[in-house]
């Protein structure tokens, strides 16, 4: 299983950025996929997650408003839009993904793959 981030970059405050995640390797779909964030000296943070069963997402308090996770079941891929970004919004965000049924939503370390990351600078 791979994924693979992108649209990460540089951005004002206020500014927006949608970041993609796609899937491989797979031969069923996940059951939930999210977005996970890290700034440097912090600890890993979930962002946002959505479930394949009926599309139920979850946000955290952060970015509730702000930003939505989406996906694209044909591509494997899975969306973070982001808009009125935050220079607190700084930091390397992660994709991640798991294929069996846990509670919802899922914890850390309930997701079994991750992506390697992209960078979000808000300025």
């Known amino acids: 299983v791979q994924l693979v981030e992108s649209g990460g970059g540089s951005v004002q405050a206020g500014g927006s950025l949608k970041l993609s995640c796609e899937v491989s390797g797979i031969t069923y779909r996940p059951n939930y996929m999210g977005w996970f964030r890290q700034a440097p000296g912090t600890e890993r943070e979930g962002v946002a997650a959505i479930r394949r069963d009926g599309g139920e997402t979850w946000y955290a308090g952060s970015v509730k408003g702000r930003f939505t996770i989406s996906r694209d079941s044909a591509k494997n891929t899975v969306y973070l839009q982001m808009h009125s970004l935050k220079p607190e919004d700084t930091a390397m965000y992660y994709c991640?993904?798991?294929?069996?049924?846990?509670?919802?939503?899922?914890?850390?370390?309930?997701?079994?793959?991750w992506g390697q990351g992209t960078q979000v600078t808000v300025s």
């Open positions: 991640a993904y798991r294929r069996q049924y846990c509670t919802w939503p899922p914890a850390l370390n309930d997701y079994t793959n």
